[in-house]
């Protein structure tokens, strides 16, 4: 039982690039969530999915994508990276609200 | 909308003192509190829970209590080691909300001198 797995650990791109964060959880949990974390600012949610095939803006949505590919994964897409993304990202899932979230190790992502 | 505020670190304490970590809330249902502990380079692990008022979380020797007449849920600790080292956020989730989230305090960082 793995938990909340999330690749890559580590990750430069250069203004302009694009990537996608992957997620993926072996709980068998309905909803998943996108964080990102900047030093001082606590955790900020991007995008939530309260289940397969749903997917909804948190806090800080602009510039960012997802998609809920299963129940198991949930996906963050960076179209266009800005140096403002430069920040650690968390997946988390969780059985239901207001059950307590599950994380996994984070993505370091460094935008030059 | 709702919100948690938690006391601004570093916290520095000596191996063996007291922990007091401050957090109080303000929701608009019934919320569950929760604190989480994140150790350097990992991500966050849920330390404890309290899920209604007047319930006590404990765990690894750590305890809060829900408190609904002040809205809090201050963490305490009786005798912290340097183990304990480690950003703490204070978090809720409302069971009466309609969005399906988790509110994060702004992250308590604790520091304990051998």
């Known amino acids: 039982n793995a938990g909340v797995t999330q690749t890559p650990k580590f990750q430069v791109l250069k203004t302009g690039q694009s990537m996608t964060l992957q997620c993926a959880q072996d709980m068998n949990h309905n909803s998943m969530y996108w964080y990102r974390q900047d030093p001082g600012m606590g955790l900020r949610l991007i995008y939530y999915s309260a289940s397969e095939g749903t997917t909804d803006k948190g806090e800080v949505p602009n510039g960012y994508n997802v998609s809920r590919l299963n129940k198991r994964e949930f996906s963050l897409r960076l179209e266009s990276a800005a140096p403002s993304q430069t920040s650690v990202y968390f997946c988390?899932?969780?059985?239901?609200?207001?059950?307590?979230?599950?994380f996994g190790p984070g993505t370091r992502l460094t935008v030059t | 909308g709702d919100s948690v505020t938690q006391m601004e670190g570093p916290v520095t304490l000596s191996e063996e003192a007291f922990l007091t970590i401050n957090c109080t809330y303000t929701a608009t249902g019934y919320p569950s509190l929760f604190w989480y502990v994140q150790y350097p380079g990992e991500g966050l692990q849920l330390l404890l829970k309290?899920?209604?008022?007047?319930d006590k979380g404990s765990n690894k020797g750590f305890e809060a209590t829900y408190r609904k007449e002040t809205t809090s849920f201050h963490l305490e600790k009786g005798s912290v080691q340097v183990s304990d080292s480690a950003v703490y956020f204070c978090a809720l989730s409302d069971r009466d909300s309609s969005a399906s989230k988790i509110i994060f305090g702004s992250g308590t960082r604790l520091s304990i001198r051998p």
């Open positions: 988390a899932s969780s059985q239901e609200l207001p059950y307590e979230q599950y």
């Open positions: 309290a899920t209604k008022a007047d």
